[in-house]
Structures are given as C-alpha cells and as structure tokens.
C-alpha cells in the first residue's frame, strides 16, 4: 500500500474531482453489472453547492456527506468512499465504496473499509469475533454500515477481516409484464386513482410517507425538500406518481414508479416499483395490491417489459404478495455493519 495515499474526510470536492469519482464509479458498474453507490450518493457528487456557504467551486458540499479518495502515488484515482451522516434514522454511519477495476486486489478496498473504520471511532477489529445479528456477542447497536450492492465477493472478504456481520439484505426482483401482464383495475367508489400533481401534493405524500415508513431507517425521513428534489430529476414523471385518494381528495397510499433508461439497470429500458406506501389507518382495504397493479399498468403502457423492485429479505408476507404477482429474486444487496 505505500503507493495509495488516503485523503479523508472531505465535506466537498472540487468539480474536477467529483468528475473523477463519477467516471471511476462508472467503470466500476460497468465491469460488475451494478452501480456501487445508490441514487442518493450519485445525486450528492453529481448536485452544486451553494457558493455563498463554500470555499471554491465544489460539488455535493452538503451537510451529511463525506468522502473519501484513495490515490496511487502518481495521483490517479483508485478509489472512492462515501459516508452519509443523516440518511439512517437511528443516527449510524452509512458508506458505499467503489474501487477502480485495474486497481482492485491491490490493497485498495482495504485502505478505504480501514479509513472508515477510523472515521467512526472502531478499533480496526472487534475484541471478539462477531457470529450474526442475533449472536451473543453481536453490539446492540452499530455505528457503521457499509453497502454492497450486488453481493460482491471481495466485499465478503473485507467484512470478514475488519469483523463486519452481513445485518440487512436488500432483495431485488423482476418481472417480465409481458409474461405476467398486470390484471384490469376494479372499479371502487371508496377510493380514486390520479396522478402527483406538482406544487400540491408534497406535504400531504410526506405527511403519508412518514406513517408509512416510520419503522425505515432511510424512506421514513423523507422531507418535502426531498421530493422537491427528486421532481428536478430528469427521471421525475408526474404521470407514473399515483396516488389513492378518498372522495375529498385525502391521500391514502401512493405507488411512485421510475423509469430507468437503457444502460443504467439492464440494456433496455427498465421499470421500477420505486416505493408503494399506505397510510396505516387504510390499511387493511387493499389499497396497497391496488397500487401496486395500477403502477405496473402504467410501466406496461410505457412499453417497458421488463420492472424491478427492491424489498427487504426479512418481509416474508411482502416477498409472497410479489412472487404471485410474477417477480422473482434476481439479486440482493448487502449491508454489513459493526
């Protein structure tokens, strides 16, 4: 490793740099048919700063992210680390890194799960061997978690060696809707079926969300800001935002569907379950199948066969909703946490 530098703890980066890591991480989904940082990382590098609150022209210097670049002597980029400080409700630290392809089984991914480790103040290995999330001597509480998305093997390795137990699985399913095309909506006097409109609805979907999603560590605390922002995206459509309305208009759940373009999830167009959510007091009236099929009736008339869908391995009641419908499990990501 005397040939990789480790420069911490970066709250900005300047433009040309931030252009660095995306190209790097581009060329790590490229070579293993993932992205290794998620959609929230990604919007951070990609996102400007604010110039009356930062010194020199930056990129993604906001509050809650950090970085980490791993350089060989020369000064390439080798290596990218990411830490949220906010996304997780219960306060840990969340990363995602990449490591460039021609640069990998170099010591590199080591430097970087070292460098965060450091960052959150955990000796480099646990006194005592870790067995699972259940074990005896499992912490109550972690202070990091790493992702993996894809289940990559070398991550395997490095949580092994820096005493990490796999504590969340990220399923991600597929359907094929010419296979299994979605059913007719039935017609119900109690609930209506209409799309997001901008600048009206924000408060009342967050407002849902949050009940929703109060037991989620990253979908619960989703802001008004937050969908604001998403609404910028060059993916947002009004039109595939569906929301379950009562006779006033009161919200009641909401399927949000996304669309990725080809080259980003799979060679062709894919869509997404992006989140289905419903307020716990209308729950129980089938509202959540019923948005479900009302999203995928819209990916089908987009035209697209082929949909995904993220859900948690431990939801074995979601998981059988979802097989019935036609989606089967291609791959998971991995969380470890220490």
């Known amino acids: 490793m005397d040939d990789v530098t480790i420069i911490s703890w970066h709250n900005g980066l300047l433009d040309e740099v931030a252009d660095e890591a995306i190209a790097l991480l581009d060329e790590a989904a490229d070579a293993d048919g993932r992205a290794p940082v998620a959609e ?31 350089r060989e002597s020369g000064g390439a980029l080798v290596g990218y680390a990411q830490v949220d400080t906010q996304i997780d409700s219960e306060g840990r630290l969340v990363a995602e890194l990449a490591v460039r392809p021609t640069a990998r089984t170099n010591g590199v991914g080591t430097a970087l799960v070292r460098a965060l480790v450091e960052r959150a103040g955990l000796p480099e290995a646990p006194a005592e061997p870790m067995t699972g999330p259940n074990g005896p001597d499992t912490p109550a509480q972690d202070s ?36 299994h095309p979605p059913a007719a909506l039935q017609e119900r006097s109690d609930v209506r079926i209409r799309p997001f409109v901008v600048g009206e609805d924000e408060e009342a979907l967050v407002r849902v969300n949050h009940r ?85 009736r819209y990916l089908a008339g ?37």
């Open 40 to 70: 929230r990382g990604l919007a951070a590098l990609q996102r400007r700063g604010s110039a009356a609150v930062q010194a020199g022209q930056v990129r993604a210097d906001v509050g809650g992210v950090e970085h980490f670049l791993a």
């Open 144 to 179: 990091l978690l790493i992702w993996s998305h894809s289940d990559h093997p070398a991550a395997d390795r490095l949580a092994h060696r820096f005493g990490f137990r796999r504590a969340r699985e990220l399923r991600r399913m597929w359907i094929d809707l010419t296979e």
């Open 212 to 296: 929703a999603f109060s037991w989620h560590p990253e979908q619960g605390g989703m802001t008004v800001a937050d969908v604001v922002e998403k609404e910028n995206s060059d993916w947002f459509d009004p039109a595939g935002f569906l929301l379950a309305v009562d006779a006033e208009d009161r919200l009641l759940g909401f399927h949000w569907t996304k669309v990725h373009a080809a080259g980003e999830a799979a060679s062709e167009a894919v869509g997404e379950v992006y989140v289905v959510g419903v307020d716990p007091d209308a729950q129980g009236r089938g509202l959540g199948g019923l948005l479900t099929q009302a999203g995928l």
């Open 302 to 338: 987009r035209g697209l066969s082929q949909t995904m869908l993220y859900v948690e391995a431990d939801n074995p009641a979601a998981i059988r909703v979802y097989e019935r419908l036609g989606f089967t499990h291609r791959d998971s990501d991995i969380q470890f946490g220490r």
